[in-house]
């Protein structure tokens, strides 16, 4: 469903496009930007891509916060309920816990105007944070579930389950929870960009040459929760992975934070408004089930560091040049595969839970298979499936699947659709043992 809609999207798109390609010139330019601001208002507002039962509406306007107007104006947001109509205006004053996305729309994109709209969504970011932090002092406590997850699938740990623990992490542990937890709360922000970047290593380039001299400027106002979710520019996409849906490290487990895309910017955008409605009504939304991956190359590490009484970020990016960028859409899903060795570390932890690294487990797979216990243990924990707990692994979600294959080694994923598609493509009977985890 998801990428039938996102057909669907560009068929209409592109057909708006050539109806204002067809018209006489319009000398007065701000004209030509609402065309393009009202083609995305209207391609949100399809019934294939909002739901009808939640009173979702795409509007544009102002945001509010706790009742005082930002002063950044909105091209288009996707809001629950409409809020307040200005006077006769079409536009609308929104509290900012009712916005889920935000959209600055350029009909072409540039450095200078990547930018501005990236001051200007960082702006309405670091306003919701300061909101979150007003309500968190006035006894607001959220569910941090998922960032705990995304956590765990960043640095293989566990991590705390309840949000007012959050002062006992060590500060790097801290400040990334933190920013997991507001990537899930804050509204998503969007700068689509219809034309513009003609390479992908292009849109790159030009998106940390902006962040080079915003520092060098002296501006470190722009951390990680600052940073826009989504700049697409043609067919390039810049996309945060903050855990909605993506959530990407490194085989260092650190954090990918930023990733680029040269596929379909337009299924990009779907996915994480799709992520971000789920999230925010916690319901199920029609995804596609099939084995089809989006070929990602990562772009930006986003490392948190301490110095003193300070904690940060410290940014470190990619620079892979267009030849090396090439590839093909044709990346699909998996099952991680497991040796013998670690097919019976799974069925020990369906048995009791979890596994403890110690003397006698060590010896016990050492004798048994030939292996080091730790060196398997750290396989498992690079699928992102698992987590270590004090010295012992386990899963990181409450339901893990495992598929017995021959010789003793078999297949684990947590996602049971595209296992089942898997299974279906190279017709293999889907006989799971199911890991539940309370």
């Known amino acids: 469903m998801l990428r039938k809609s996102s057909e669907l999207l560009r068929e209409f798109i592109e057909y708006e496009k050539k109806v204002l390609a067809e018209l006489p010139d319009m000398p007065h330019m701000p004209t030509l930007g609402d065309a393009y601001e009202e083609i995305t208002k209207t391609m949100l507002e399809k019934d294939y891509v909002l739901p009808p039962e939640f009173d979702l509406h795409v509007v544009s306007g102002f945001i509010t916060v706790n009742g005082k107007l930002l002063p950044q104006q909105i091209d288009c947001m996707l809001v629950v309920g409409k809020g307040v109509r200005y006077g006769r205006t079409d536009k609308y004053l929104c509290e900012i816990d009712q916005v889920l996305c935000v959209f600055e729309v350029k009909k072409t994109l540039n450095k200078a105007d990547l930018s501005d709209a990236m001051e200007h969504l960082a702006a309405i970011r670091r306003a919701h944070t300061d909101n979150f932090e007003r309500k968190v002092e006035e006894g607001f406590l959220p569910k941090i579930d998922n960032a705990s997850k995304h956590f765990s699938q960043l640095t293989g740990r ?55 001299e915003k520092f060098d400027s002296g501006d470190n106002s722009f951390g990680v929760l600052s940073l826009p979710n989504i700049v697409t520019s043609n067919e390039f996409s810049l996309v945060k992975t903050g855990g909605l849906p993506f959530i990407v490290p490194n085989k260092n487990s650190e954090w990918v934070s930023i990733i680029s895309t040269r596929f379909n910017p337009l299924e990009i955008i779907l996915e994480v408004v799709w992520s971000k409605i789920s999230s925010h009504f916690e319901v199920a939304m029609p995804w596609d089930d099939d084995v089809y991956m989006n070929n990602i190359s990562p772009f930006m590490l986003a490392i948190p560091k301490a110095q003193g009484e300070q904690v940060g970020w410290k940014y470190e990016t990619i620079d892979w040049n267009e030849k090396k960028l090439l590839r093909s859409d044709d990346n699909t899903w998996s099952p991680d595969f497991l040796n013998p060795a670690q097919m019976s570390i799974m069925r020990l932890i369906s048995a009791y839970g979890e596994l403890e690294i110690n003397f006698e487990n060590e010896k016990y797979f050492e004798e048994r298979y030939g292996v080091e216990l730790k060196t398997e243990i750290a396989a498992l924990i690079s699928t992102r499936i698992f987590m270590m707990s004090r010295d012992s692994i386990k899963p990181i979600n409450q339901h893990t699947l495992l598929l017995d294959g021959e010789d003793g080694t078999g297949y684990v994923a947590s996602d049971r659709d595209r296992f089942d598609s898997w299974c279906s493509i190279n017709d293999i009977e889907p006989h799971y043992t199911h890991m539940v985890i309370y």
């Open 158 to 212: 566990e991590t705390i389950v309840n949000y007012e623990q959050i002062n006992s992490l060590p500060p790097e542990d801290g400040i990334l929870l933190y920013s997991l937890v507001q990537e899930i709360l804050a509204p998503v922000t969007i700068i689509h960009g219809y034309a513009g970047y003609k390479k992908e290593s292009g849109l790159r380039g030009a998106f940390g040459d902006i962040l080079q």
